[in-house]
């Protein structure tokens, strides 16, 4: 029986206690990891979201999130809130009616949550605890030194029933508080939101399958929360306890690896063929392979040619060699520049176009800095950056694949905002609707300006892509005629050549004089044809290396698609057709050459 996947949001924010009011846990980045574990595409959870409740009904939505799951089923809950301890050290989660002096009858018990995943019946719970404090203090007391909350040990012990097991991952094991009377003080400790904020980046982007398997586990989400978080606070280390059979998938990741096919049989004989002309043979067959639009195929025959290029001899292993090199990683812009964006004002978008065979197009981005952002378009990543802190930003945004990678330098100027906005706009990190097509989100050119654009979506340059795609298809198109020409005069100078060749045999026996006329004249006739069609032959090369270097080189835009398979067929078959031309015409000129000369001669 095939189980469902649910999940529960807990995110309070709005505390009625004037004490709690001086923490600030943004529940808006609850509600985003609830966009991202809802969406169908990536978490596909079933989502509840309680937002600024009261404690009593807190803890209700919990009691039925657990109760009445089949074992089958698997459930997650998140709390994104304060986590107060009593003097016993017994941790609560604050809601917003919640007292620090009343946490019993005010606030959520941390031991009613484990014991409601206790006696739930589902195979496998996740526990994700977004806390920034541990404890409180009996109101009225002095400010003191903070004391310790391990809140991993509030759901140590007994191992739950009725499912396969159980995991809480927590933004810090170790969390401090302090008092001062009735109010908390000023701490260190880690604002919650950049755990949350990890967990929604890392699900939305794919960048937590850190394997590139196409889903993401528990354990990977874990590995890369924890480096998010270390790296934006040293200060807090996200913690985990775990007791589960198996491996637990989260959500999906649109990052798979490539796994080559190899080539026909056909194929893999005549790359080890001890005949050299059937392997440069075999090496333009794979370079047409590596285009293929289907990754797998293409990265057998690259996997193939790279063989080729470390073993074969010289000349064949330098062309197997460019042909590999013809098929790499190649973006436009190179450099990034978002000139000057005020602080907390929308981030203008950049896209960076990815150019090349589909497997050249075919990558990862890698953000070598917190404030870069990217989402994926069809053929393009679009990036944005932070806005959050002023001052001048460079970094550098690598775009990893499996030609090859490429490093593009971003850069930006926050321009500080005036003093009064500073003290009342909070601190907040950009974030795009994960629930938002990225197709649909507004964007700005690389060459626009550096306002943000609000209503036009993106479109493809059709004179850029479409004009373009024209000129190529027509190449094609004259590829294809003087290839047909070619073969056309290869295939009656054979046929005017096997003539010839009976004649001078029959006149010589005979000792027919006239016979040898005939027979030089029609060499004259096949030493002018077959030059004229070695020419055409040459001239259809020429044509089809054009129209593959221009397909390579140009966008691809969705309305000139049949353009493009039209282009991609054409030269196709045109670059069979100078295969079988240009030897055998080259062949017969020659051959015509040399007869005449011996004819001149004897």
């Not at 929604?200 to 960048?207: A, I, R, S």
């Amino acid at each position: 029986m095939t189980g469902s996947r649910h999940a529960l949001i807990v995110a309070n924010d709005n505390y009625l206690d004037e004490g709690l009011k001086r923490l600030l846990s943004p529940s808006q980045d609850a509600v985003a990891l609830a966009e991202v574990l809802g969406d169908p595409l990536i978490g596909d959870f079933a989502v509840q979201v309680s937002q600024n409740e009261p404690s009593h009904e807190i803890s209700m939505r919990v009691d039925d999130f657990f109760s009445e799951r089949r074992p089958a089923d698997s459930l997650l809950l998140h709390f994104s809130c304060h986590g107060l301890k009593n003097p016993s050290g017994e941790l609560y989660f604050a809601a917003p009616n919640t007292v620090p002096s009343r946490l019993a009858s005010t606030a959520v018990p941390a031991d009613f949550v484990r014991r409601c995943m206790a006696a739930s019946r589902a195979r496998s719970i996740v526990l994700f605890l977004d806390c920034c404090y541990g404890g409180a203090f009996t109101q009225g007391m002095r400010a003191r030194a903070a004391g310790e909350a391990h809140v991993l040990e509030a759901f140590a012990g007994e191992k739950l029933g009725g499912g396969r097991g159980w995991a809480v991952i927590t933004a810090s094991n170790s969390m401090e508080y302090a008092f001062e009377g009735s109010e908390l003080a000023e701490s260190v400790g880690p604002q919650p939101s950049v755990f949350t904020q990890a967990l929604v980046k890392g699900l939305y982007t794919g960048e937590a399958d850190l394997d590139e398997d196409g889903r993401v586990s528990l354990d990977e989400l874990y590995e890369y929360v924890f480096d998010r978080v270390r790296a934006r606070n040293p200060h807090q280390t996200p913690s985990r306890s775990v007791d589960l059979q198996g491996e637990v998938y989260l959500a999906r990741s649109k990052r798979r690896k490539i796994i080559p096919v190899p080539v026909p049989e056909d194929l893999q004989q005549a790359i080890l063929s001890p005949n050299a002309y059937t392997r440069r043979g075999a090496v333009a067959e794979l370079r047409f392979r590596m285009e293929s639009p289907e990754l797998e195929i293409a990265a057998g025959a690259r996997d193939a040619l790279l063989q080729m290029a470390r073993e074969d001899i010289r000349s064949i292993a330098d062309e197997a060699g460019r042909a590999v090199a013809e098929v790499q990683l190649n973006v436009s812009p190179a450099v990034l520049e978002f000139g000057r964006v005020d602080q907390h004002a929308p981030s203008p978008h950049r896209e960076i176009q990815l150019l090349g065979p589909p497997l050249a197009r075919s990558c990862v981005p890698h953000p070598k800095e917190e404030w870069i952002h990217v989402a994926e378009q069809p053929d393009a990543w679009d990036v944005w950056v932070d806005t959050a802190e002023p001052g001048t930003l460079t970094g550098t945004l690598v775009l990893k694949g499996a030609t090859g990678e490429v490093a593009v330098p971003v850069s930006a100027e926050v321009l500080a905002a005036p003093a009064a906005s500073e003290v009342s706009v909070p601190r907040s990190e950009p974030k795009e609707p994960p629930r938002t097509p990225p197709t649909s989100r507004p964007r700005e050119s690389s060459a626009a300006s550096s306002e943000p654009a609000t209503s036009v979506p993106p479109k493809v340059d059709g004179r850029r892509g479409g004009s373009a795609w024209s000129w190529i298809l027509a190449s094609s198109v004259g590829a294809l005629v003087a290839g047909s020409v070619a073969s056309v005069f290869a295939v009656l100078g054979v046929v005017t050549a096997v003539e010839a060749a009976t004649e001078i045999i029959r006149s010589t026996a005979a000792g027919l004089e006239g016979r040898l006329t005939a027979a030089g004249e029609r060499l004259e006739s096949l030493r002018g044809s077959s030059l004229v069609g070695l020419i055409l032959a040459v001239l259809a090369a020429v044509l089809v290396a054009v129209t593959r270097y221009g397909a390579r080189t140009t966008e691809r835009p969705p309305e000139s698609a049949a353009w493009q398979r039209a282009a991609e067929i054409c030269s196709g078959v045109a670059k069979g057709l100078c295969r079988f031309a240009i030897p055998v015409l080259a062949l017969l000129f020659i051959a015509a050459l040399v007869a005449l000369k011996v004819a001149a001669n004897a």
